[in-house]
Structures are given as C-alpha cells and as structure tokens.
C-alpha cells in the first residue's frame, strides 16, 4: 500500500525534527538523484572498455540512494528497477550468485510495491530470465504466467507466451544421458498459514519454502483481500480455510496451486487497511490489518478494554482451543480517570483529595508534580528462548537466560512502582517466532512494547550499552545487531535486502517513530545513569535499525542491547544477579521519564 504524498511530507518532516535521518532529510530528492546515477550508468555501458565489478556496484549504490534517501519518491520505482537491471547484467558477465539473488529480490519489491507501475511487468518478466538462466524451470515458468495472469495486455505478454514455449520444448522427450543431471530445486512448499487477532488488528502469517513472488489486490472497496503466490506448491498439512474468532480478518481461504500460482482469499469484517512485508530465515510473508477507527500506533481514548482477548492459531491446528502463551497475566483494574487526564496521554493520576476552595488547576498542577505514575498496559520481551539460545559466550552463558532474568525483574520494578498491567512475551525458556512478539503487544493494546537483548560482537573489546528503535541503520554495527538479532547471517543476501523491505513497507506505515525514538532516549539515559553509579559504562546512545521484533508495533517500541556478552568484564558482570537487577531498575527508570514527559507534552 503506497501512502499518500501529502502524509509523506508530514511523516517526513515531523521525523526530521526529533531526530534527522538521510531516508527523510529532504522531502523528494530522487528526481535529482536518479539522474546522476543514470548519467553514471550510461557511461558504464556505452563505454569501449569493460569495467569491473566494482564500478558497477558504485552505479547500484547510486541507484539505491534514490529509495533509501527517498522512500516516497517518484523516482523509487525506476530506482529499484534499475538496481535489479545491474545486479542481472553483473551475475550474467561475472556469475557471482548473490547478485542473481539479490536482482530476484529487487524486482519481487518492485512487483509487489509497484503492481500497477509500467515497469512491474518488466520486473516479472526478468525475474522468470534470471530463473530460466539457473535452469529452474519451474519458478521460470511460475514467473511467465503471473506476467500473462496479471499483466494480460503489458508488453511483455508476448515475450512470456514466446519464454514458455521456448522451456516447455526443452522439458520435452530427450536421450539419457549417463552423467547424472544436476539436481534442480521445484517449487515453493506453501506450508501454513498462522494469525493473531484482536478486536482492531489481525497479523496473518503465510510460511513458505522461500520466498516468492506474491501481489495484493483489492478487486473492490471492503470486502475481500486476494493474494497470489507465483511459484508455490500446496503443502500437505495447510488448511484450506481459517477462521479468526475476531478482528478485521473474517476468513481465510487458500485455494489449491494451479500451474505454480496459489491464490488466497482474504474476507475482512470491516474496510480496513493493511501492510505486507516479508521476512526471511524461515521464509514468511506477513500482513497486518487495522480497522480505520484505530489507525496502527493509535489506541481509542479511554480506559484499557477489559475485553482483549489474545488468539494464535495455525493450520495445524484442528479448531481446538490453542495452547495459552507463556507469560500471559491476569490484566489488572485500572484507576478511575479522576481528573480526565487518562485520555490525553499514557498516564493514570494520582488520586487527589477534592478540597474545598481549591481551584481544578490547583489540583493539576499538585498530580503533575508527583513522581507516581502509571501507565495501563506494557509488554516485555525477553529475546531468543527455546532453540534459540542468542549468542552465547565462550564460558557458556546464553543469551537467552539472562534476558528471561532481566524481564522478570523489570516486570516486578515496573508493577511495584506504578501498579500497571505487565505482560510479558514468555516466562520460560520457549521458542515463539519473532513475528508472534508484536503481534501479542498489539492483540493486548499495550501502550509501550521493550524488548530485552544482550549485546555482541566478534571483538571482544567491544563493551557498552546502547538502545535501539525501528528505523534503517546508520552504520554497519547497527546493521550486524539487526542480522544477528533477526537471525540473519551478516553478508547474506537477506540481511543485505533487510533494509530495503522495511523502507518500502513499515516505514511507511508505522506512526510511532516520533514516540519510539523519544524512548529509547529516555531508557538510555536510565540505563547509563544507573549503571553508572556503581559500574564504568559506555554509553553508545540511541541507534536505529531493521529488527523483525519491532515491526508493526503499534505502540512505542524500543530494542535494549544491556551489556556485551562476548566482552569478559561484561559478561561476568553479566553473571550477577545485582548487575541484573540494576539493568531493569536502570530500563525501569527510563521508562518512567518517558512516560512523565509524554504525560507533560500531552497536557501542554
């Protein structure tokens, strides 16, 4: 779904006053930019000589600034267009994979961003050449029919009908030959379909083999929601339909595989938006719906609805009830909005006495002067857990573990010193995939969304604290953490095209970056200050990355990296139960200036 360019400029200039950032530093530059690096492209081939590599990776980094710097720009689709031309032109002369890879993956965004661009067919079109190319027919072909099924008058039509006949003539009656042919990979396995729901949100989960190319369409306003999946087969355990108890999201109904496309039908309860994205390691396509009476990141004015309930199915699942999630607690009775105050911001009031004679403004001023708050609902996740022990130190010491500990300490500072509803997202030591993490914060409503990390590096001098909200990285350290935390390897072609489908999808779409920046500061300062006072810290500030537990969080929601668990001094600190506990009053603390200001900006 492509936002309107008047909230783009709003978006854009409002992130460009808390906290300047190269994607927004300019409302639309790519004009500008796309023809320098068209200028540098054309040099490259209409030169006699032939250029290395590097050259060309020069002209895709140009190209590539185009969408980064301008995510909203008009240029962004030629953009990523052209990025996809070089990376097939390299992988064609110089037969380096991942630039196959990473073509298929910028003219998939392309195909799924841009469906009605003129160049969306051309995208497809080239993705079933470079298939072709590999020799894997199947996903070649898969790409020529969606050209045909999506695109029936494009120009590249034609040369789809031509593409087919030319492999289906190949595939035809040949000799064996003795030498064994090389192996080649069919289709996608679709495997499950999962989802979370609550009365105003729904996150559906599409798992798959690997990744494909897929569109969303909305044939008419409302109603139903159609997703085709290009080069899928249908997993033997998927479920054809799937009912959520609530929530946008009325059915869900995947038809069988027909000549490598699987079409699903989505029927929504009420005219809702939505946003798609991606995510890989294992390959999943996710979709977030919201009714337009709750915008994502906006909750409805009020006390907290005693009435949210949490829902997690999967295919697998035989219309049972389904297993609980760890960590869920019984919600507590929020305080009487007693001066009206609830409804501007986070916080609940301090009870005050209604004395005789003093004026209302009094009585205001007396509760914005207290150091008690409270705010209604805040979900910790612990990270990793299960088979997935995070890093893990030379001694031993996993991740895992000691994240589990600092939230089930920060859970009892936080409800001891503003009696607030805290939930967290396990209390054992389980897996729960990383798209499940916000999608339980948004099914709960929560108001603040902290998610628990402990910090690594290949150097073992590196030492400090630092924290994180949802924005691309700035530097390759932040861009490591982001790998290693979405469980990505550093250098893949995932983690190299992680940036690029959060630019064209969440950052988007998501209203709580102002909030979310604000406070990872203020949890920062709180976790530094308080280290401090005992402990020599490095305070490595507030960052911005692409992590997959942030996204589409509809609340303020930050990633804390405590200390380094590779770095010897930090790790046996890392081992105490005191260092622990000072971490959480430290998140604690930070959390509670947060809450004060918000509290203070809302009333102002």
Known sequence: MIMSYPRLIAVAVCLLLIMPHPAFSALDKSAELYKKAAKNYYRLVYAPEKFPRSEWMKAVRLFKDIYTQNPGGKKTPEALFMTGRIYQFIYLRFGKNSDKQNAITIFRVLVRSYPVNVLADDALFRTGELHEEAGNHDEALAAYRGVLRWFPTGDMSGKSKKAMARIMEKSGPKVVKAKKPKKKRGLSEFKAVRYWSSDSYARVVFDLGRIVNYRVTRPKAGGVLVVDLLGTRYGKKIAKSVM???????????????????????????????????????????????????????????????????????????????????????PAAPAPDSDGLIAAGLLSPPKIRNNAGRKSIKARKVSLSETFYSSKTIVIDPGHGGRDPGAVSKSGLREKDVALDIGLRLKKILKRQCKCRVLMTRTRDVFIPLEERPAFANTKNADLFISIHLNANTSSRARGVETYFLSPALSRNAMYTA?????????????????????????????????SSKMAGSVQSGLVSTLSKKYKVRNHGVKSAMFYVLHGARMPSILVETAFITNRTEEKRLRSPAFRELIAKGIAGGVKDFVRESRFASIN
């Open 483 to 515: 790998a290693r935390e979405n469980m990505l390897a550093l250098g893949s072609d995932d983690q190299d095209m992680n940036d690029l489908a959060f630019i064209l999808s969440d950052m988007k779409n998501t209203d709580k970056i102002n909030e």
């Open 244 to 330: 959520p108890a609530k929530g946008p999201v009325k059915s869900v109904r995947v038809s069988n595989a027909k000549n490598g496309i699987t079409r699903i039908k989505i029927a929504l309860n009420k005219s809702a938006r939505y946003t798609a994205m991606e995510l890989s390691n294992p390959a999943r396509i996710v979709l977030d719906f919201h009714t337009k009476s709750t915008k994502p990141g906006m909750k409805k004015t009020g006390l907290l609805a005693r009435s949210s309930e949490y829902y997690s199915k999967s295919a697998k699942y035989t219309g049972k009830t389904p297993p609980k999630a760890a960590g869920l607690m019984k």
